[in-house]
């Protein structure tokens, strides 16, 4: 959705909003709003209805929906890049998470007679989050601050292991893939439905950028600079 201004979104519908902005619903859910059952209504009336600012909202949804654009992670040093991937992966995780499980709960609830229903999704979701922020408490307590601190070969042990479970993680998502016919709601699905597609889309889009800045970037930087030390620390200065 291109979105320009606040008075954009005060005329789009509830529904409209909560199917093109991933994180809408958590807004929504906030304020009391349904964009469910109530999902034809414009932000407007729907803010007016409950004596709501809904210019604050609009702002709200604005923000995340025209977020900047991506730094140039390539050149960043390690220790801004592990700042970049805590404040746009880790704590944007922690943040959306809850309301995609609440959704996931509902749409299970409401159409659990469905055929299309993604039965085990709130499961798995639980599982998804349980561990995905185990290994965030890892990185953050254990295999980043080594990094920033520059232990030599130390750290290889660590992102060994934080590797392997990157594999597990994606081995959830492709799970995540199976149980929501990748993400695609069925004809008619309600709003709830759709804002949960729409913010799992987001969450699986997120995850892959996440493990790849770190298996890629930050890890191969990493080991790049230790095997560079090594060298020089061996080298016999014919080389140079």
Known sequence: MSLETAHDLLNRSLGQLARKI?????????????FCCGGNKSLRRAAEEKNLDGDTIANALLAIANKGET??????????????????????HRTELPELLRLANKVERVHADKPDCPHGLSEHLLLMAQ?????????????????????GSMVLGPISVMRHEHDDHGAALRELERLTNNMHPPIGACNTWRALYLGLQKLHNDLMEHIHLENNLLFVKQEEQFSKSQHNSTCCGSCS
């Open 71 to 92: 730094p140039a992670t390539e050149t960043m040093p390690l220790a801004e890049l592990i700042d970049y991937i805590l404040e746009n992966f880790h704590q944007v």
């Open 22 to 34: 991933p994180g809408a619903t958590a807004i929504f859910h906030r304020q009391g709003l349904d």
């Open 131 to 151: 561990e995905l922020e185990q290994h965030m408490q890892k990185e953050e307590n254990i295999l980043f601050p080594m990094i920033k601190r520059g232990t």
